[in-house]
T-cell receptor, first 112, second 116 residues
Framework: EDKVVQSPLSLVVHEGDTVTLNCSYE??????LLWYKQEKKAPTFLFML????IEKKSGRLSSILDKKELSSILNITATQTGDSAIYLC????????????FGQGTTLQVKP | DTEVTQTPKHLVMGMTNKKSLKCEQH?????MYWYKQKAKKPPELMFV???????INESVPSRFSPECPNSSLLNLHLHALQPEDSALYLC???????????????FGAGTRLSVL
């Protein structure tokens, strides 16, 4: 059965800290891994990683895909209170159905 | 513009009511999705429409009935729901169902549903 596991499940840090969120997966014929940020309601897209694009960066956020270890990390440097959210990892597999398998999410709280 | 619009934002209904959730996108996307999200849980896929045809039904009870009248619009008709169906219902869309670099699923803000 396809599975995506995130760790830690929750994290509390102070502004300015650097955090690393983890996502590991067991998915048949992996195609892509996506990171989303969910604050109040809608998950908003952060990054997509594939075999041809294993590292992405945008401002203070960066993500790396390790296809050998079947995992990805999301790094946030110089955290701000606005980074407080649930970070979701989702993986797409072989069937080309558009189906994404989501991890449980990591709840990040950044204190002033 | 990557906007997916869902209405209503909140909905309270009784177990005998019939109601509908609406989702709209104007990005020219040909795949649309319904997800259900319970508190502190990840989104769970319910239905996928590809080119206005139902392509995935994740064994969802028949009290949930999806409809895709055209490529921009997706509805979810609700009838005889149970209190355990209370959740956030998210709609998403993407160019199509291929899982490629350019094919991101964009989510709407959701409808918070309470069944009394």
């Amino acid at each position: 059965e396809d599975k995506v596991v995130q760790s830690p499940l929750s994290l509390v840090v102070h502004e300015g800290d650097t955090v690393t969120l983890n996502c590991s997966y067991e998915v048949t014929n992996f195609r892509s891994l996506l990171w989303y940020k969910q604050e109040k309601k809608a998950p908003t897209f952060l990054f997509m990683l594939t075999s041809s694009g294993i590292e992405k960066k945008s401002g203070r956020l960066s993500s790396i895909l390790d296809k050998k270890e079947l995992s990805s990390i999301l790094n946030i440097t110089a955290t701000q209170t606005g980074d407080s959210a649930i970070y979701l990892c989702a993986v797409g597999g072989s069937s080309n159905t558009g189906k994404l398998i989501f991890g449980q999410g990591t709840t990040l709280q950044v204190k002033p | 513009d990557t906007e997916v619009t869902q209405t209503p934002k909140h909905l309270v209904m009784g177990m005998t009511n019939k109601k509908s959730l609406k989702c709209e996108q104007h990005m020219g996307h040909r795949a649309m999705y319904w997800y259900k999200q319970k508190a502190k849980k990840p989104p769970e896929l319910m239905f996928v429409y590809s080119y206005e045809k139902l392509s995935i039904n994740e064994s969802v009870p028949s009290r949930f009935s999806p409809e895709c009248p055209n490529s921009s619009l997706l509805n979810l008709h609700l009838h005889a729901l149970q209190p355990e169906d209370s959740a956030l219902y998210l709609c998403a869309s993407s160019q199509d169902i291929q899982l490629t670099v350019k094919n991101i699923q964009y989510f709407g803000a959701g409808t918070r549903l309470s069944v009394l």
